[in-house]
């Protein structure tokens, strides 16, 4: 009977396999947790009131502040889209450089 044993067994540890293959996420994988954390805005120095630059490097901070909330938006719109919600009109992904 070691036989019949080892092929029970065999069966049941394939069809155990094929039923944790199928619970993956349906449609996509999660967007990066990141994406949930309110980003705060940043805020203005002192310097800005008399410097030129100051002003400018701070434009260019809330520039890119929203510029990453909005890209947060649209990865997180195309996974709602995945997952199949309808009414959505999600902007496609950007290409941006790597940095360095």
């Known amino acids: 009977m070691p036989l019949k044993r080892f092929l029970t067994a065999s ?8 039923a944790v293959a199928s619970c993956g996420t349906p449609g996509a994988a999660f967007p990066p947790a990141t994406d949930l954390r309110v980003q705060p805005k940043p805020v203005p120095p002192d310097e800005v009131l008399t410097s030129r630059i100051a002003g400018e490097r701070y434009d260019n901070a809330v520039e890119a502040w929203g510029e990453e909330g909005w890209a947060t938006v649209g990865r997180l719109c195309r996974f709602f889209d995945a997952m199949g919600m309808k009414g959505l009109s999600c902007p496609p992904p950007e290409i941006r450089p790597r940095p360095g």
Do not use: E, R, V
């Not at 069966?11 to 094929?18: K, P, R, Y």
């Open 11 to 18: 069966l049941m540890i394939a069809s155990l396999g094929a």
